[in-house]
């Protein structure tokens, strides 16, 4: 399929060294991102599809790294079905597991959490929910595994761990089993703060920094924060990537932000939300917590997409995440809300706002145009002004 979208008001690359990419237009190819800023007429009249963008600003899509899947479209925290292709209609494209810690009855031997670990990772190896791709299996560290049961898992395709859900006695001892997992080239993920769930234990930058994962998951706290002295430890003394949730606390997370500022840090940041969990389920939580660190510090917007975008694609080692050449062709286009003060995107999320999402692209694929099902109208009219082949566009509406 090719797919064109014209009249793009303004680029967001993903990329938060050089943010703004220059031109008004973005072609995709067989789901890949081939032209971005400016393309021919040919490539237009030759198009599958064609969006006339009306002025929104084309953002990557968003890629929550810290979700909580089970099986499905379906989380028993919660007791919702549908909710990741909800969250498709706040701009997600991908999301990652966080360990599938929430399945009923959740085995803890060793056995048991690898089985759970590859079954997630292949039942969502092809399955895209409302068009989401969806980074499932995280093996849980439990006592008893070892560095062969860590190959094991890896060799069949899972690729992430995660400490902080076991019965170990103490976090430290978490430390060898991350530091194998990272020699095997997994990604290594950590529950950082207060007890989340009874039987976890409380996680701090001591621990953290004895076991030197590649994701502090919820540095700002999931929900409960580590003490504010561990922030400072955690920036200098690592280069751990911190990982933000909406699900969290926000003076913590403006915490952070800062610090990785400070310290030119900032492609360790990471904006995820930290759901389902008890906190519930928020299809526009990523879109909050950007707007949280665009309003609430001096944050250029930009960034703070880039941290719910590229960031996220170049710890996780994704090729989303960017609006450049040669990577997926996920594309969110964005405007500010109908009946609201600002007349933009970036001004409205600067001002705090929600922002309307008003179309997705994922995989090279239109999954709606015109109307999130979870936002308001945007101001300006986002349609397909040329369409090839038989297809619906509009997205079931609440």
Not at 11 to 34: K, T, Y
Not at 48 to 54: E, F, L, N, P, T
Not at 119 to 145: D, Q
Not at 248 to 272: D, K, P, Q
Request: hydrophobic share 40%; net charge negative.
């Amino acid at each position: 399929m090719k797919v064109v979208i014209v009249n793009i008001g303004k680029i967001l690359s993903g990329e938060w060294r050089d943010p703004v990419s220059a031109g008004d237009s973005i072609l995709i190819e067989d789901g890949m991102i081939s032209q971005v800023g400016t393309t021919s007429a040919a490539n237009v009249a030759a198009a599958d599809v064609v969006i006339d963008a009306g002025g929104c600003v084309a953002i990557p899509g968003l890629i929550d790294s810290h979700v909580h899947i089970t099986f499905g479209d379906y989380t028993p925290r919660q007791n919702t079905v549908g909710y990741l292709e909800s969250y498709l209609h706040g701009g997600v494209t991908s999301a990652i597991s966080a360990s599938e810690v929430h399945v009923p009855g959740r085995p803890k031997d060793p056995e048991g959490v690898k089985a759970l670990a590859v079954a997630a990772y292949k039942c969502f190896e092809k399955y895209r929910p409302g068009g989401m791709k969806v980074y499932a299996g995280s093996l849980i560290l439990e006592p008893g595994l070892t560095a062969d049961d860590l190959r094991e898992v890896c060799d069949k395709g899972v690729g992430l761990v995660k400490a902080g859900f076991g019965a170990f006695a103490t976090p430290f001892e978490y430390a060898p089993l991350v530091h194998e997992a990272r020699k095997l080239g997994m990604i290594s993920t950590v529950h950082t703060g207060g007890s989340s769930i009874p039987g976890s234990s409380g996680i701090w930058a001591e621990h953290l920094l004895a076991m030197n994962p590649d994701v502090s998951f919820h540095v700002n706290g999931g929900p409960v924060a580590m003490p504010d002295e561990d922030y400072p430890r955690l920036v200098r003394e690592s280069d751990i990537a911190l990982q933000v949730c909406t699900a969290g606390n926000l003076r913590t997370t403006l915490l952070v932000s800062n610090l990785l500022r400070e310290a030119a840090a900032f492609a360790r940041l990471l904006i995820a939300t930290d759901t389902p969990t008890g906190s519930g389920i928020m299809p526009l939580g990523m879109l909050y917590t950007i707007s949280h660190l665009a309003s609430l510090t001096d944050l250029p917007v930009e960034l703070a997409i880039a941290a719910a975008t590229g960031n996220n694609a170049k710890v996780y080692r994704l090729n989303s995440g960017l609006l450049q050449p040669g990577r997926d062709g996920d594309v969110v286009l964005i405007d500010a809300c109908a009946g609201g003060s600002k007349q933009d995107a970036l001004s409205a999320l600067r001002s705090g706002d929600m922002v309307a999402v008003a179309a997705v692209v994922s995989g090279g694929i239109p999954r709606f145009v015109g109307r999130s099902r979870n936002t308001p109208a945007s101001i300006r009219a986002v349609r397909v002004e040329q369409c090839r082949i038989p297809m619906q566009f509009g997205g079931a509406a609440h």
